[in-house]
C-alpha cells in the first residue's frame, strides 16, 4: 500500500472518529439542552400566570371538563393504511395512526401514533381555513363544522359545512385515497352585499420536542421545498432565531415536518404562489408549526371561490413519493427521504435493491446482490488496481533499499522512486482506487439502510432481525449462550461486539495481509491495528452495511488473489 493510500485510510479512520466524538460531545448535550429549555419554558410560563379567583377557576375546570371542542363529535377516517378521525372541532386532522407499522419488531406492538388529538399530552394535527382582515366572522379552532357523514374512507368524501354571521358559507370536502394522501378542498361562498378578501392557510403544528436521532447524516424536523431548493430547519435553529417567512418567487411548492421514517407534508395549489413559515411557540412544552398561506382571493357579492391543497401524513414510501410528485406536480417531493449527498447513487441503489428483494425474497440476499453487481461494474478498473498493488509488493525490497539509500534526502529518494516507477510500469496511486470506489456506495448504501422505511424491520437469515439496526448479538454474553442479555449491561454499544462485525473484521484483517506491508514500523503497526478499529466502529452501524461491507471484502480477497498470483507465475 502506497503512501497516498495509507494517508487516505488514516484520513478515513480519523474523520469516522471525529463524527463520533461530535454525536457524543456536541449533538447530544446539544439536543438535551434544548429539551431542558422547553421544560423551562413551560415552568415560566406557569409561574408568569397571574392567579385566577375560584370563580375563573371553576370556570376555566368546567370549561375544560365540558368543552365543545374536546367532546365535539369527530368524523371516523379508515383506509388500508390508517385509521383515525377529523374533530369537528375546528375540521382538524388530529388523530392518525400507521396500522401497518410497530413500534417494535413485534406485530403486536403499539401501532405508530402520526397525529395525536388536541387533548392529548402532545397534540399533532393538520388544519385548513381562511384569514381575513378586521373583525370577520371566519371558522377557527373552536368552531364547530356540521356534516351528515360520519365516516371518510377511499372512494367516501365527506363535506363539512359552517354558516358565519357574516353571512359567508363555507364547505368543505375531505377526500382520502387508499395511502396516505387527503385531498382538501375548501369553497367560500359569499351571501353578503359586501365584498370579501380572504386568504387559504394550511398548517402543520406539533405540540413537545420530539425525540430525534441525533446523528447529523439525517435531518427530522420543518422541511420544505420552495423555488425548487430544499429548505431544512432543525427545531433548536426556529427556537434561537425565531420564525422565518418564506416568500417565493415561483408558484408551487410544500412544507411539513418529517421524522426518520413519517411525514407530515402540506401540498398547496400548484398554480398558485403561496408564502410559507416556519414559527416556534413557548405555549405548553413548546409548539413548533409549518404553514403556508396562499395569494389574495377575492369575492364578490353572490360569487364564490373555491381552493384545493393537499394533506400527505403517513410513511415516507419512495414510490408513494414518487407518485404524489408526479400525480399533483409537485417539485422533488421524493426529497422528503434524506437521501444525501449521494442521492445520484442513493436513489438508484434503493430501487435496485427493492427490485432484487422481490427476485430474491429478502432484502439481505439483495445487498449481497447488490455488491456483486457493483464489483462486476468496477472489475476491470480494480483489477488494474490490484495488478499495481501486487506490482507495489514485489517492489517493497527495492522500495526499503532506496530509503536506506537517501535517508535524510527525502528530495533525492522520490526522484530515485519516480524512476523506479517509471521503468517498472507501476502506478503508485492506483492503489487508491478501490477506496475511492468504496467510499461513496459506503455512505449511500449507508443512507439507503439508515433512512429508508423499505429497510425497517426487514429481517435476514439467522439472528439478524432487522437490517437497520445493528447486530442484537454480543461478545459480551457470548452470543447468547450465556443467561442474559448483553443490552442492559451499562455499556457502550461499539463494545458490544456482534457476530457480523467480528467476521467483517476477520476479512479486513486477510485484506491488510494482501497488501503490500509498509516500510515505515510505525505506519506498520497503525494499520495492523485497522481492522480492530473497523471492526469497533462497524459495531454500532445497521447489520446491513456490515453485510455489504463483510461481502464486499471477501470479494476484493479473492479478486486480489487471484491477481497476485497469476503475478507470481514464472513465466
Known amino acids: 500500500m502506497n503512501q497516498d493510500n495509507r494517508n487516505l485510510v488514516l484520513a478515513i479512520v480519523c474523520s469516522a472518529l471525529l463524527v463520533i ?51 365535539a363529535p369527530r368524523i371516523s377516517i379508515e383506509t388500508p393504511s390508517i385509521s383515525g378521525s377529523i374533530t369537528l372541532a375546528g375540521a382538524r386532522i388530529d388523530d392518525i395512526v400507521l396500522i401497518n407499522y410497530t413500534k417494535a419488531l413485534d406485530k403486536e406492538s403499539e401501532k405508530i401514533k402520526l397525529f395525536e388529538k388536541i387533548n392529548s399530552e402532545k397534540p399533532y394535527f393538520a388544519e385548513f381555513g381562511w384569514l381575513g382582515s378586521g373583525e370577520m366572522d371566519l371558522p377557527n379552532s373552536s368552531s364547530i363544522w356540521t356534516t351528515k357523514s360520519s365516516i371518510l374512507e377511499p372512494g367516501r368524501p365527506v363535506t363539512l359545512s359552517y354558516k358565519s ?13 387508499e395511502d396516505y394522501l387527503i385531498t382538501v378542498t375548501d369553497q367560500v361562498v359569499n351571501n353578503s352585499e359586501n365584498e370579501v378578501n380572504l386568504y387559504p392557510y394550511g398548517l402543520v403544528r406539533r405540540t413537545g ?21 430544499l429548505k431544512e430547519v432543525d427545531y433548536e435553529d426556529i427556537v434561537e432565531d425565531g420564525p422565518e417567512i418564506i416568500s417565493p418567487e415561483m408558484n408551487g411548492g410544500w412544507i411539513g415536518i418529517t421524522d426518520k421514517y413519517w411525514l407530515a407534508a402540506l401540498i ?81 441503489f434503493f430501487y435496485t435493491l ?32 490490484y495488478r499495481s498493488m501486487a506490482k507495489m509488493r514485489t517492489l517493497q525490497p527495492k522500495l526499503t533499499e532506496l530509503r536506506e539509500r537517501y535517508k535524510g534526502d527525502q528530495q533525492a529518494l522520490n526522484k530515485a522512486m519516480m524512476e523506479m516507477y517509471k521503468a517498472e510500469k507501476v502506478n503508485p496511486a492506483a492503489g487508491c482506487l478501490p477506496i475511492f470506489i468504496q467510499i461513496p456506495v459506503f455512505f449511500a448504501l449507508y443512507k439507503v439502510l439508515y433512512v429508508t422505511i423499505e429497510m425497517r424491520h426487514a429481517p435476514f437469515y439467522g439472528w439478524i432481525n432487522d ?10 454474553n457470548l452470543f447468547g449462550l450465556l443467561p442474559y442479555s448483553a443490552q442492559n449491561l451499562p455499556i457502550p454499544d461499539f463494545l458490544q461486539l456482534g457476530i457480523w462485525p467480528i467476521v467483517m473484521g476477520i476479512t479486513m484483517w486477510l485484506q491488510f495481509r494482501l497488501n503490500p506491508t509498509p516500510p ?34 471477501l470479494l476484493s480477497i479473492g479478486q486480489q488473489w487471484l491477481i497476485m498470483n497469476q503475478m507470481n507465475k514464472p513465466k
Not at 420536542?209 to 431548493?229: C, N, S
Open 268 to 348: 398547496p395549489d400548484q398554480k398558485n404562489k403561496s408564502e410559507f413559515a416556519f414559527k416556534y411557540s413557548k405555549k405548553s412544552s413548546g409548539q413548533w408549526q409549518a404553514d403556508w398561506r396562499g395569494s389574495s382571493k377575492v369575492i364578490s357579492p353572490g360569487k364564490e371561490i373555491k381552493t384545493t391543497s393537499y394533506l400527505y401524513a403517513g410513511a415516507k414510501k419512495l414510490a408513494l413519493l414518487d407518485k404524489v410528485e408526479k400525480d399533483l406536480g409537485v417539485y422533488r417531493f421524493d426529497l422528503a427521504i434524506d437521501f444525501g449527498w449521494f442521492y445520484f447513487l442513493t436513489k438508484p
Open 467 to 476: 437490517l437497520s439496526a445493528k447486530d442484537p448479538t454480543s461478545i459480551l
Open 21 to 71: 466524538g461530535y454525536q457524543i460531545f456536541f449533538e447530544l448535550p446539544k439536543q438535551k439542552a434544548l429539551e431542558e429549555q422547553a421544560l423551562r419554558d413551560q415552568k415560566d410560563l406557569n409561574l408568569s400566570a397571574p392567579e385566577k379567583t375560584n370563580e375563573e377557576k371553576q370556570n376555566v375546570e368546567t370549561s375544560i371538563k365540558d368543552s365543545e371542542i374536546i367532546n
Open 354 to 385: 427493492n427490485w432484487l428483494s422481490m427476485y430474491l425474497g429478502n432484502f439481505g440476499l439483495a445487498i449481497i446482490g447488490l455488491t456483486i453487481i457493483i464489483k462486476l461494474l468496477f472489475f476491470p478498473l480494480a483489477n488494474g488496481s
Open 165 to 177: 354571521k357574516d353571512e359567508l358559507e363555507f364547505k368543505r370536502v375531505y377526500e382520502i385515497n
Open 209 to 229: 420536542l420530539p425525540k430525534v436521532d441525533g446523528l447529523f447524516i439525517l435531518h427530522e424536523g420543518p422541511i420544505a421545498v420552495v423555488d425548487e431548493k
Open 520 to 553: 515505515d514500523p510505525i505506519q506498520a503497526r497503525i494499520f495492523s491495528w485497522m481492522p480492530v478499529i473497523f471492526t469497533f466502529l462497524l459495531a454500532t452501524f445497521p447489520a446491513g452495511l456490515v453485510i455489504y461491507w463483510t461481502v464486499n471484502n
